[in-house]
Each structure stands twice: as structure tokens, then as C-alpha cells.
């Protein structure tokens, strides 16, 4: 079923945000989990093809990452294939780990329920199947109270000609899909399906979320040197050298994701660090070629290869090609410019 376009945001009319106000209004508070929130929360939602899912969810402030995947079914690590099969009882997934200091779950809910249709069963669009099913995967009570009372509230405030037909259920487990459908929409902007599908909606939601979303304007220098510690201000900006075997990351174990300190764009990954016995943290890939930039380094009657953020520009080291495979590439970059965050 087509939703109406009088309720549909992407068509500009908005009737569903007023909805959605009207039950932010007039819900009653819930009860406080408590006056500290954790660092990160993590929340889990099927919309459709995760490919749009995904794009969307990673412009949010406050959304610290978003992976695609597969949740809900019976089958232990699922490739895209099986779950396409419809036989597997997943449905592609994104699992978002978010900063609720800066964004609510709730904000979460809203931009769910207003970036798909959420009354065509097993359908969105040309994506049919039970895969493409509408579906909150709850992880603590909080979040089922919350999302079962938006859903009843906007059921009843008929911003839909049909009933919701989104499922509501206890995240169990979630499988990461295929390495090549994760940022799909960043990596391959000029696939027909991008192209066609991704970008216009992408360009509604932009606009229906302008206040949510992240700044990509990137720090000033004066802005940087408030954020930065010395050495981290030494070595970004003024693209300096630690020292070695006196770093911070150097010979870190942690499972996780390593990301700018200056402006939090996702670098790095656990997976891919090794001991090259220079004293650095030392990577043989990047999460995404798009998150650094490779420039010609001729500073210290050496030529090198300079790599910094892509976002910021902040200096992060150099790659060198004495790596071990399947790269055969050695990211060595300076701790100070790194952030870890744990993997969850």
C-alpha cells in the first residue's frame, strides 16, 4: 500500500511530524533508568533495504556509528544471499550506537518512523519480502515502553490511512553483513540504485532533519587548540611526531574502532592493527578509502606519503608499503590523533 502523500514527509507536507508532535505532547513521562547516562546506547531498526537505512542514520548528530546487518532470524551468520532467500527469518538491520547525551532515543524513533512506510507488511517500495519487514529490535525495557507507546499514539492519531505494521521486538543477536554493503551508499554514490533511490530520499530527510544533523563543517584551528591537549594540538595541526614506544596506542589491544580525536571520523579498525615493531600504531587498511587523504610528503629531505583525516585534515601520520597482506600497506599513525572506542 502507498501511503498517502498528505502524511508522507518526503512529499513536504509534514502532517505525520505533526503527529509525531501531538504524541510527544501529550506522553507522560517515563521513568528515569538514571541521573548518568552510559556513554553509548545502541539501538537496532529494519526499515527496508539497510543500504538507505544506514545513509540516513550516519548524518545524525550524536550517532557514533552505524553498521548493516542481519537480526531477527534463526540462522547463525547468514550471508546476504540466504537472508535474500527469505528463508533465514532475518531482516537486514542496522545496529546504530548512539551518544544519548546527544541524541535521544526517542529522536531515533522519530527519524524511523518517518523515513520508510511503516503500514506495507514485508514491503518498501520494489523491496519485497519479510527481509525488507518494518521492525524495532528493543534492548532494554526503556526502549520498548517508548517505542510501543509512540507507535499506539501514532496509530490512533490516523497520520496513516493504515495501521502500523511495524513488529516491536527483543534484540537477541545481530550479524554484520558483507564488508562491500557496509557505507554503501558513501562508497558507491553513482550506482543506479543510489542514484534512483538513496539520493532523492536522502535529499528529503536532509531537509525535514536539518537541525539533527551532524556538522561537517570542519574544527577551526582555534577550536582545536580548546579541544586538544598539547601533544594532540602538536601533532594534528602543527603535524608533529610522537614519540615512540611512549604513545598511548602503541602496543594497545582493545577490540574497537579508532577514530580522529580532532573531528571523531571512524579511521581505523581493531581487525586491521598489527605490531610492525616501529613503536607506532600501525594499521595495514582503513575502514573506508574516503575517510583519509594521502599526500606527498617532502619535509626532512625525505619523500613519504603524508596521511591525514579527510574530513578535518588533521595530520595522522604516513602509509608506508612494507605492510603485511593482503594490503601490503603500513598505516603509521601518531596515538595522539587517535580516539578509541570499545566495540560493544
Given at each position: 500500500m502507498k501511503i498517502p502523500e498528505r502524511v508522507a514527509w518526503w512529499a513536504g507536507v509534514g502532517a505525520a511530524a505533526l503527529a509525531f508532535?501531538?504524541?510527544?505532547?501529550?506522553?507522560?513521562?517515563?521513568p528515569m533508568k538514571s541521573t548518568s547516562p552510559a556513554a553509548e546506547e545502541t539501538a537496532t531498526f529494519g526499515a527496508g533495504c539497510f543500504w538507505c537505512v544506514e545513509a540516513v542514520f550516519e548524518e545524525l548528530d550524536g550517532v557514533l556509528s552505524v553498521e548493516s546487518g542481519y537480526a531477527g532470524g534463526e540462522v547463525e551468520n547468514p550471508t546476504y544471499e540466504q537472508v535474500?532467500?527469505?528463508?533465514t527469518g532475518h531482516a537486514e538491520a542496522c545496529r546504530i550506537t548512539f551518544d544519548p547525551a546527544r541524541i535521544g532515543y526517542e529522536k531515533l524513533l522519530e527519524v524511523f518512523w518517518k523515513t520508510h512506510d511503516p503500514t506495507t507488511l514485508n514491503r518498501q517500495g520494489n523491496d519485497i519480502g519479510t527481509q525488507y519487514r518494518s521492525v524495532i529490535f528493543y534492548h532494554d525495557e526503556g526502549q520498548k515502553v517508548l517505542a510501543e507507546k509512540i507507535k499506539k499514539e501514532l496509530d490512533a492519531s490516523g497520520a496513516w490511512d493504515a495501521p502500523i505494521v511495524t513488529e516491536i521486538r527483543p534484540f537477541t543477536r545481530f550479524f554484520k553483513a558483507e564488508e562491500y554493503?557496509?557505507?554503501?551508499?558513501?562508497?558507491?554514490?553513482?550506482?543506479?540504485?543510489?542514484?534512483?533511490?538513496?539520493?532523492?530520499?536522502?535529499?528529503?530527510?536532509?531537509?525535514?532533519?536539518?537541525?539533527?544533523l551532524k556538522d561537517e563543517r570542519p574544527p577551526s584551528k582555534e577550536e582545536l587548540k580548546k579541544k586538544l591537549t598539547a601533544e594532540q594540538y602538536y601533532v594534528c595541526v602543527q603535524r608533529g611526531t610522537e614519540r615512540p614506544f611512549k604513545n598511548k596506542y602503541w602496543d594497545f589491544k582493545g577490540k574497537g574502532t579508532y577514530a580522529c580525536v580532532a573531528c571523531g571520523r571512524e579511521l581505523f579498525g581493531s581487525d586491521t592493527k598489527f605490531d610492525s615493531g616501529t613503536g607506532w600504531p600501525s594499521f595495514y587498511d582503513v575502514l573506508n578509502s574516503d575517510r583519509v587523504t594521502k599526500t606527498t610528503d617532502r619535509s626532512h629531505?625525505?619523500?613519504?606519503?603524508?596521511?591525514?583525516?579527510?574530513k578535518?585534515?588533521?595530520?595522522?601520520?604516513?602509509?608506508?608499503?612494507?605492510g603485511p597482506e593482503p594490503t601490503r600497506l603500513r598505516y603509521c599513525i601518531n596515538s595522539a590523533a587517535l580516539e578509541f572506542r570499545e566495540k560493544k
Open positions: 508532535a501531538c504524541a510527544e505532547k501529550k506522553a507522560e513521562p517515563l535474500c532467500s527469505g528463508r554493503h557496509q557505507d554503501y551508499f558513501r562508497r558507491n554514490p553513482d550506482k543506479a540504485y543510489c542514484r534512483a533511490i538513496i539520493a532523492p530520499k536522502m535529499e528529503k530527510f536532509r531537509k525535514a532533519f536539518r537541525d539533527a629531505g625525505r619523500v613519504r606519503t603524508e596521511v591525514s583525516c579527510s578535518c585534515g588533521s595530520h595522522l601520520g604516513h602509509v608506508f608499503d612494507d
